[in-house]
């Protein structure tokens, strides 16, 4: 009996090109940086995201990190502070496996790291729970307005005013439309990438 499998360079090489552009992450920036690309910026679902104690999360990335890290695409470091994650010696072999899968990304990775590359993992982790929270408002066509309590509820170690102010800066961004009817504001995100 013939047994095959497609090992997903695609994932790993994603994740290894995240931990280059973040700078060193750790597991959950990684966590948020991948919900972003995928639920802001339309980049295709490789995962399937549920709430978390930290914010969106998928087991099957820390599935990937720990194959990527054995592949070499990333190195994976304990800290004092939680890990540190790096490109690994066989990072641009993994790339290069991934290039198509990859090069239709670019902008989309360009805007991620451009409008999230300077939080950390605190602010992603507002701002991920906060598109999260926003998403599922829509779907179920409950009134946007509720999105700040929502948020309080799900993250009560940030403050009102915390959570306020993320909401402005990704309405800023064009990200979220909370003045928008549920209805209408269902195609905001989509058309935001």
Known sequence: MKTSFEIPYQ?????????????SPGRTAIQKYLYLLQSVYGSDPLYDFSMYTYGPFCSQILCDLDAAEAMGAVRVARTNYGFEITPGPEANRITGLASNFLEPLKANLDKLFSDFGKFNVKDLELRSTIIYAYQDLQS????????AETVQEIKPGFTRTQIDAAIAELSKLGLIDISQPA???AATIAHAA
């Open 11 to 23: 994932r790993y090489a994603l994740i290894g090109e995240v931990a280059k552009r973040a700078g």
């Open 140 to 147: 179920t066509k409950r009134p946007l307005t509720d999105l």
């Open 183 to 185: 209805e209408t504001a």
